[in-house]
């Protein structure tokens, strides 16, 4: 990763906490996961595979396939390799900022057959250049079956986080699925099916509630606050939220590598 694509993303993950957080992300992942048609041979690069939750089910769908799990993220790359250990000769792990892929860093997995990609997209704030090169490391024909957050994505959230007196809590780029459309065609993608699904999230513990905000939605937000200012700006939001429930709105995402 080149100094400029870190600093596009300077702040880490809490891998271990966020694996044990993302039941939400994790469940929608085997949905977009059961989307994929896969005969089981197949070389398939998950992109943004975070702590490898996903990762996992989708190489149980591959037996006798391949997986890249590539992240921007050295905890979540590790975290993910701890998971995926028993399938160490089945996975190539990849360090790489997804706008600057290189069909140079999958070696001999490129060109893949398909790319899953579940909760990743929306940290990527270039689409246009995010689809180009998802399209320059896919054979023709090969599938791209994805979710991130859509346009409207914690509206409710981030209305709250606003009472608080901060405008933007994050980077990120959550698309309507008219431009995300646009976008696919103009990247060369064919057959494209683009739809958004409001998946509201209710946390009955507040604080289960309070960790994955911590750890997801306000992360960037917290670190430029000091430690001791975190957990009582967290508790803020929540109470600000009124009830316990994270608006997510989905944009799913089918198409295929054109010619
Ligand atoms: C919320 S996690 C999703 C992980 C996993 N796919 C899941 O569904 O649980 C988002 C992941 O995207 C990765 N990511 C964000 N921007 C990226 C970029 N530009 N290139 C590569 N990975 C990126 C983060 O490091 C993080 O691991």
Redesign the pocket.
């Known amino acids: 990763m080149t100094g400029r694509s870190r600093d596009?993303?300077p702040y880490e993950?809490d891998a271990a906490a966020?694996d044990r957080l993302?039941e939400p992300?994790?469940r929608w992942?085997r949905t977009v996961l059961g989307r994929m048609v896969l005969e089981g041979t197949e070389t398939v690069l998950?992109?943004?595979?975070?702590?490898g939750?996903?990762t996992e089910e989708l190489l149980d769908r591959l037996p006798r396939g391949h997986v890249v799990a590539?992240?921007?993220?050295a905890s979540?790359l590790e975290e993910a390799r701890r998971r995926l250990a028993r399938h160490h000769d089945r996975v190539r792990f990849v360090r790489?900022?997804?706008?600057d892929l290189r069909p140079s860093a999958l070696g001999r997995d490129h060109p893949v057959d398909a790319v899953l990609?579940?909760?990743?997209f929306h940290?990527?704030t270039d689409h246009d250049r995010l689809f180009a090169n998802l399209a320059m490391v896919m054979r023709p024909g090969g599938r791209l079956v994805a979710q991130c957050g859509a346009e409207g994505n914690l509206a409710l959230l981030l209305d709250a986080v606003r009472s608080l007196g901060v405008e933007r809590a994050g980077t990120w780029l959550y698309a309507s699925g008219e431009e995300t459309r646009r976008r696919l065609d103009r990247a060369g993608f064919v057959d494209v099916d683009v739809w958004t699904t409001p998946e509201p999230t209710r946390f009955d513990d507040p604080a289960e509630l309070a960790d994955f905000l911590s750890t997801?939605i306000l992360r960037e937000h917290l670190f430029t606050l000091a430690p001791d200012e975190r957990r009582p700006f967290v508790d803020r939001v929540r109470a600000a939220m009124g009830e316990p429930v994270v608006d997510y709105v989905r944009l799913n995402i089918v198409a295929r590598r054109g010619p």
């Open positions: 596009r993303r993950w966020y993302s992300q994790a992942g998950d992109a943004g595979c975070g702590s939750r996903v590539l992240d921007a993220s979540m790489a900022d997804l706008l990609s579940t909760a990743t940290w990527v997801v």
